[in-house]
């Protein structure tokens, strides 16, 4: 004997598929967001590597020669330009605590910190 299948074990229903198609939506907007997000966070991370770099350079230079020397303003490192400023200030304990701040032209920048003895020399 064969059972006749009613109606409702058919199939899905206009509405159970309108909802499918919506979880999916939200789903896919999720996604996108989130890949969007991880793209802004990466930009610049080449940019700011080379200006890491730059300003730890400038720092050991300052180990080395010490405070007195002369040392350019601006230096190229991977093809792009650098600005490099310092400022000094002297601690509590008497040492100087040099602030290098590298910036390349499209912005992006970074500081060291760098610790000396007075008259310039680790």
């Known amino acids: 004997m064969q059972r006749l299948m009613s109606r409702r074990d058919s199939g899905l229903t206009l509405l ?3 909802v499918a198609i919506l979880v999916l939506s939200i789903g896919s907007i999720a996604a996108t967001r989130a890949t969007d997000q991880a793209r802004l966070a990466t930009a610049g991370i ?44 002297v601690t509590a304990a008497g040492l100087v ?8 032209a499209q912005g992006a920048g970074a500081q060291y910190v ?3 003895l007075p008259g310039g020399r680790p």
Do not use: W
């Open 16 to 18: 159970e598929l309108a």
């Open 97 to 104: 605590e040099v602030t290098v701040t590298a910036r390349a």
């Open 46 to 89: 080449h940019d700011r590597t080379l200006a890491q770099i730059a300003a730890r350079n400038r720092a050991e230079e300052l180990r080395l020669l010490g405070l007195g020397g002369t040392l350019p303003a601006q230096v190229t490192l991977g093809g792009q330009s650098f600005d490099l400023t310092t400022a000094q200030e």
């Open 114 to 116: 760098v610790y000396l």
